[in-house]
């Protein structure tokens, strides 16, 4: 076994082996030559949009370039996708260890080394053909509509599928024409199998005569492989990488500030130009795999918007592949304005591509060129004029806290926390029971509070969003002058966005807070016994998780910790839960946007809910309060349904425990 090993060239001639190193350097400077074109293209955009921070870069790489973090789930696709990707690295990294040991100053391609080897390569090789298969039945059976199918991909997965088949025939016939003897032949297994029952009787010139010719088509496809590989979605697996290693490091939860100096410079507020992208940005759309995750996911997509955010990117891609252009003749107004900025897309990208920058960039331009229209740019007015979108004064502010003892700033100038009530709980007469709720127990616990009253204005979250981007900046420059001047270093919240405004923008800006939603201070007050949450109903329940507190926050504990969801026999949850959750439709400032009934992404939401048999749906934001109440009143079965806040559905709790 120590002397166990095989010949690399043994059957090439050296003229030959001289045409196959020609035909690789080819392809491989044609592939050099056309990402170098693309590299320009990046590289038309003034600003890079990322910093170079090679710790970073590497973690970024080994989560999930390496460890494929965003590709495990429970699917054929990812299934597909881990069995291709790991044949395909294993078997590039095992053909270079080769050419290392046969052309470098060691050869060390023997022994148990090269057993082991060759056992790696062709379990690794049988997981290749295995993806490549299961690729091909998925497209040509399962067909999901948001793969895409084009002809490249037939092409590409032909490829794939005859390097990994000529790969094992190369070894096959070479193990029959040299003579193998077990037990090395073993660890060569596919080969000696193949070898064993199809190879048998066959002579060896003939043998030797076949194992050249099918050398050469697999030397052949892999120099088209290579040469093909950035006009069609393979590119990836160069592109992605790189996507993932330089994206910008921000929060999910926080957009890009643009500055006076990036206006000056274009002339414009936002993205009209593809050149106007960031080239971290421009990058990104190179990176994209057409995996279709992210359509599959998009809260618009799914309501028969007409936003698909894999078409956004693709849609850039073919607008950068001829040279840049104007964006808006690519993409549609109403496409742009249909995003509820809710993330799913985001979350889901195994190649980290940020749509929701994209998109809040080219709305930005479409509000600076005056685009926006209706309801929404009415309420952009209103935050300007009233500081709120809802149009109202702002010395109704505390118009809500009628009939309670609610503690203000001047009544109570030594609080612990400042209970941020936020423009919803404060103007919409359904969201106002959720600030009185929350008073209501955060009293009875003896927590240290505030409320700003009229000094409290819009954090700009609904500005920013919709894309007046130096609105959401005067807000939060004139919040935070208003934070500093009473001294607030804690925030309590019911709202999710004014939670992550707070939490990752006004950072930004110069404003830290130690900020908590609602649901978490709560959650300590029940966990501490100054507050009790024991359910006494057996009416089924299941819960609502808001996107910007689950999925961009990370926070789902607490809501459920909040209504006893895992003490509750009664409680049920939704398939879409957690950082999986489902839009309400309100994000993006979509909540004033008009739309139709039909085209609501609550109703979508609201029928899960009714699907899992709860009588209560709760929720934790009060725009997901408002908009679930809309959807459940246009579902079947929506009717019987109550929506309430985790605070209103505490306080209950609270009644029932003082009664008893
Ligand atoms: S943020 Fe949400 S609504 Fe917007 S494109 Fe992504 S998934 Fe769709
Ligand atoms: S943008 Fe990301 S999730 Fe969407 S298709 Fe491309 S790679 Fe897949």
Not at 103 to 122: K, Q, R
Not at 228 to 239: E, S
Not at 617 to 643: I, W
Request: net charge neutral; charged share 20%; proline share 5%.
């Amino acid at each position: 076994m120590d002397n166990a090993t095989r010949e690399v060239f043994g059957n090439i001639a050296p003229s030959m082996q001289l045409v196959f190193f020609a035909m690789i350097l080819a392809s491989f400077a044609w592939l050099a030559w056309q990402l170098e074109q693309h590299r320009r293209q990046w590289r038309k955009a003034r600003r890079p949009g990322f910093t170079r921070d090679w710790r970073v870069w590497l973690e970024r790489l080994a989560i999930y370039a390496a460890a494929q973090k965003r590709v495990h789930k429970k699917s054929l696709g990812a299934l597909l996708h881990l069995l291709l990707f790991s044949g395909f690295v294993v078997l590039t990294i095992g053909t270079t260890l080769l050419a290392i040991a046969h052309d470098g100053p060691y050869d060390f391609h023997h022994g148990w080394y090269y057993l082991i080897y060759e056992l790696t390569m062709d379990v690794f090789g049988v997981a290749f053909i295995l993806g490549c298969l299961l690729a091909i039945y998925r497209r040509a059976f399962r067909k999901p509509r948001s793969l895409g199918h084009n002809w490249s991909d037939w092409w590409l997965l032909s490829v794939l599928l005859s390097l990994g088949v000529t790969g094992f025939a190369v070894e096959a016939f070479r193990m029959h024409y040299t003579q193998v003897p077990p037990p090395v032949a073993h660890w060569s297994i596919v080969g000696w199998l193949l070898d064993r029952t199809l190879l048998q009787g066959l002579d060896v010139p003939t043998a030797q005569s076949i194992h050249l010719a099918v050398w050469w088509v697999h030397a052949i496809l892999v120099g088209l492989l290579f040469a093909t590989l950035p006009v069609n979605r393979f590119l990836h697996i160069i592109t992605g990488p790189l996507n993932i290693a330089t994206r910008p490091d921000r929060a999910m939860g926080a957009l890009a500030p643009l500055t006076i100096e990036e206006v000056e410079e274009t002339g414009r507020t936002g993205v009209a130009e593809l050149h106007d992208f960031t080239q971290s940005q421009l990058l990104s759309l190179d990176a994209c795999m057409e995996c279709g995750r992210c359509e599959d996911a998009c809260p618009a997509t799914a309501s028969g918007k007409p936003l698909s955010p894999k078409a956004v990117v693709i849609d850039l891609q073919r607008l950068m592949s001829l040279g840049g252009g104007n964006v808006h003749q690519t993409i549609q107004d109403e496409t742009l304005w249909a995003c509820t900025m809710c993330q799913a897309c985001v979350q889901e990208c195994p190649v980290l591509i940020g749509h929701v920058d994209l998109i809040d960039d080219m709305r930005r331009d479409l509000v600076g060129e005056g685009r926006l229209a209706g309801p929404p740019a009415r309420a952009l007015q209103q935050i300007g004029n009233q500081s709120n979108p809802y149009g109202r004064p702002n010395a109704e502010r505390l118009a809500w806290a009628e009939g309670l003892d609610v503690p203000t700033v001047d009544s109570n100038p030594e609080f612990e926390y400042l209970f941020w009530v936020g423009c919803a709980a404060s103007f919409d007469p359904r969201a106002q029971k959720i600030a009185r709720s929350t008073v209501e127990l955060l009293t009875k616990a003896g927590v240290s509070f505030a409320v700003l009253g009229r000094e409290e204005t819009c954090t700009g979250d609904p500005a920013r969003r919709i894309g007046d981007e130096f609105l959401f900046q005067e807000r939060a420059q004139a919040n935070i002058e208003t934070l500093k001047r009473r001294k607030v270093s804690k925030i309590v919240t019911p709202c999710p966005h004014c939670y992550n405004t707070f939490r990752n923008e006004y950072p930004q800006f110069g404003g830290h807070y130690e900020v908590r939603h609602h649901s978490t201070l709560l959650a300590e007050l029940i966990a501490q016994k100054r507050l009790t949450n024991q359910h006494k109903s057996d009416d089924p329940i299941t819960l609502h998780d808001p996107c910007y507190l689950a999925r961009v926050n990370g926070e789902s504990a607490a809501p459920r910790e909040v209504i006893g969801a895992t003490r509750d026999k009664h409680y049920r949850e939704m398939p879409r839960c957690g950082k999986k959750t489902f839009c309400c439709g309100a994000g993006g400032g979509r909540m004033w946007f008009e739309e139709a009934p039909e085209e609501r992404v609550s109703r979508l939401r609201a029928a899960e809910a009714v699907a899992t048999g709860a009588k209560t749906l709760a929720t934790a934001c009060p725009f997901c309060l408002n908009m679930m109440s809309d959807g459940m009143a246009g579902t079947p079965g929506g009717e019987q349904t109550r929506v309430l806040d985790i605070a209103e559905l505490l306080l209950e709790r609270q009644s029932r425990e003082l009664e008893r």
